[in-house]
């Protein structure tokens, strides 16, 4: 615990000038990043009297180690800053609010040929349209198949739309009204991008207008006496108010606004935004969040701002922002809000009718979500905390192990040697601090070789992040801080526990690569598969938790978070190597240039025989490159002959415009030699 004092400023070095300004901790981790009108007087608030903060502020203070600040010229740019900071370095004293759940959009794919209509999560891409969110996916589907009798917009996959167009056969949806089926040419591509247009102005609220239009054209259809015809408008006009029915009347003046509610305790805070478009809510989320630090309302619903629309722009940013309490000061915002709409936004407090009467709507879904969150949470706060300290008390711990950290090998009969790192903090998975380690030390199969080389690469480069930030330096003051100090480093943090997969072997080879390095202050322990026994350093006998034990149910999660992941990319190291070719070793070539010349030659056995007039003729083969390829390819040794596994056969020359059976092209049977799931198994 480190004393403020020790690391404060001297007076007059603190400008009095906006800014952000970041704390870190002793492993230069940035921990908290705050902004200010005036530097001076926000910072000279943490280095009172450690008696008068509030203890969350307290606990900030006492972690770090040190203090720095950049001065920009307004508090919009001090704005902007510290949200791409809080975003880049993932402080752990920031507010940060999480998704309870990943929400689901209604996307129009606007920047594909023929626009797609299909259920999205996760981050938003350029081009596409999106409505939402919603609360759950069914209630997309739901609402997308009573518009597709309107609006026939194209909701196949890229495969199924290429298979149809092969095929000259639209899908199902296509025979029954439900695809304009532009695969097979119904429509023409303008023709159904205005059918996505029309789609999207639709859900976009602009659904008045095309209502009254197909109720005239109804009536002329039946004046005309087109009954069939004025039969099919009406159910259209039904299909189209069922839709709309499923999104209420909530703002009778039609107006685009979000509106945010906050729930909060001395602990944690929940949010929650009703997003209304056109007088209807369009889209619900919800949000959780532990107040690390001592935040007011209206921080909160700064913090619930920045991370709604930091990432957003255009029409995504609304016309009108309701809050339970106004950030203080208001005017960077809300001028923040506006850059990003390109138009003015309006951030107020609703005071009467149906704006305030939606707002206490908002808040009891907020008020619920705390109380369900916290249900959940006590729970599971409980169980993560208790495996910890059995896991701290079966082998002789000084404190819980907050951090663990697991390692993994993987092979296949020794070929493509991987390993894995996966870290555990208070008992989560932290998968952005996963790593993945090729071994490069040696060839063929040796896991207590491999093991420690891993753990001496890993700790190498801990113990050099430690020397090159000055822990070592005696207490001398750093000076020179770069601006990319600090970031989130691959080996910066160590661990409190290392756990290998496997029994003494691996134990005693990650205990040889510490030693070796001098770190003596990690444990370190083994989790073998075959009886889940865990081996310490230097015992002959196991550790064995009882099988109902937390701990050892939170080290088998962390033993096979660690085998998935290093089982995936060596599995991907193996299909990659397969895919391999000649061709992949030419400088210069790409992967265009590469499918013409295996598409004009059918294989690279028959390019290898080829003259470079010959080549020359491939297009975009120029003579140079030409002779390139030629000489890599006679330089290259002769691929072995492949053989058919089911037959034991040579496969030696195939019919022209075949690929040759090589490990150089797709779809080849496996070369003699090469590994093979079917022989042997993966580690």
């Known amino acids: 615990m480190a004393d403020p004092s020790s690391y404060r400023p001297r007076p007059g070095e603190i400008p009095d000038s906006p800014g952000v300004y970041r704390f870190r901790d002793e492993h230069r981790r940035v921990i908290y990043v705050g902004k200010a009108k005036s530097l001076r007087?926000?910072?000279?608030?943490?280095?009172?009297?450690?008696?008068?903060?509030?203890?969350?502020?307290?606990?900030?203070?006492?972690?770090?180690?040190?203090?720095?600040?950049?001065?920009?010229s307004t508090e919009v740019e001090a704005l902007q800053l510290e949200y791409s900071w809080i975003k880049e370095y993932d402080p752990r004293f920031n507010v940060k609010y999480r998704d309870d759940k990943s929400y689901p959009y209604l996307a129009v794919t606007m920047n594909e040929e023929y626009p797609r209509v299909q259920v999205m999560r996760g981050h938003k891409k350029k081009g596409v349209r999106y409505f939402g969110p919603y609360g759950h996916a069914w209630a997309i589907r739901d609402t997308v198949d009573l518009l597709l009798r309107v609006f026939p917009v194209r909701t196949c996959s890229a495969g199924v739309?290429?298979?149809?167009?092969?095929?000259?056969?639209?899908?199902?949806?296509?025979?029954?009204?439900?695809?304009?089926?532009?695969?097979?040419?119904?429509?023409?591509?303008?023709?159904?991008?205005?059918?996505?247009?029309?789609?999207?102005?639709?859900?976009?609220?602009?659904?008045?207008?095309?209502?009254r239009r197909l109720e005239t054209a109804m009536t002329d259809a039946a004046e005309e006496m087109e009954y069939e015809r004025a039969a099919r408008l009406r159910d259209d006009i039904e299909a189209l108010k069922k839709a709309m029915e499923k999104s209420a009347v909530v703002l009778a003046d039609a107006t685009d606004a979000d509106l945010i509610a906050l729930a909060e305790d001395e602990l944690e805070a929940a949010v929650q935004i009703f997003h209304v478009r056109g007088g209807r809510v369009r889209g619900q989320r919800g949000w959780v969040t532990d107040k690390v630090e001592d935040v007011t309302t209206a921080a909160l619903v700064e913090h619930a701002l920045q991370q709604l629309y930091g990432e957003e722009k255009g029409d995504a940013v609304p016309k009108e922002v309701l809050v339970p309490a106004l950030p203080d000061p208001l005017e960077p915002v809300q001028q923040w809000l506006t850059d990003r709409r390109g138009a003015n936004v309006s951030l107020r407090i609703p005071q009467r009718g149906d704006k305030k009467s939606l707002m206490e709507t908002v808040a009891r879904n907020a008020q619920q979500s705390l109380v369900l969150h916290k249900t959940k949470r006590a729970s599971d706060l409980t169980t993560r905390s208790r495996a910890l300290e059995e896991i701290s008390e079966a082998l002789d711990l000084d404190s819980a192990p907050l951090r663990i950290e697991c390692y993994d090998i993987s092979h296949l009969q020794g070929d493509d040697v991987v390993a894995s790192m996966v870290v555990f903090e208070d008992g989560l998975s932290r998968k952005s601090e996963y790593r993945r380690f090729q071994i490069k030390g040696f060839e063929g199969q040796d896991d207590g070789r491999s093991m420690h080389e891993v753990i001496t690469r890993r700790f190498r480069r801990y113990l050099a992040d430690k020397e090159k930030t000055g822990e070592w330096a005696d207490g001398d003051e750093l000076t020179d801080l770069k601006d990319d100090e600090g970031r989130p480093k691959r080996f910066a943090y160590p661990p409190q526990l290392v756990v290998v997969d496997g029994g003494q072997p691996q134990v005693a080879a990650a205990k040889k690569a510490l030693d070796e390095l001098g770190i003596d202050d990690i444990a370190v322990c083994g989790l073998a598969k075959r009886l889940e026994e865990v081996w310490l350093p230097g015992e002959d006998d196991p550790v064995v938790l009882p099988r109902t034990s937390e701990g050892l149910y939170l080290l088998q999660r962390v033993r096979d978070e660690a085998h998935r992941f290093a089982i995936t990319y060596q599995r991907a190291k193996r299909a990659k190597r397969f895919r391999a070719s000649l061709l992949d070793d030419v400088p210069g070539l790409g992967e265009t240039r590469k499918q013409a010349l295996i598409k004009h030659f059918g294989s690279v056995k028959k390019l290898r025989s080829a003259t470079i007039d010959q080549i020359c003729e491939v297009p975009g083969i120029g003579r140079k490159t030409a002779e390139t390829i030629a000489v890599a390819l006679a330089q290259a040794a002769p691929a072995a002959p492949a053989v058919n596994t089911a037959t034991g056969e040579i496969m030696d020359d195939m019919e022209d415009g075949t690929p040759e059976t090589t490990a150089g092209v797709p779809g080849e049977p496996v070369p003699a030699g090469a590994p093979d799931e079917r022989r042997g198994q993966e580690t």
């Open 41 to 72: 007087q926000r910072l000279a608030n943490y280095f009172q009297d450690l008696a008068g903060l509030h203890p969350r502020t307290r606990t900030m203070v006492t972690t770090a180690a040190s203090v720095e600040w950049t001065v920009v």
């Open 161 to 211: 739309f290429k298979n149809a167009a092969r095929t000259g056969r639209p899908c199902l949806l296509g025979y029954i009204g439900k695809c304009s089926a532009p695969c097979v040419g119904r429509v023409t591509e303008e023709e159904h991008r205005e059918l996505a247009d029309e789609f999207c102005d639709f859900m976009a609220g602009r659904t008045g207008t095309y209502i």
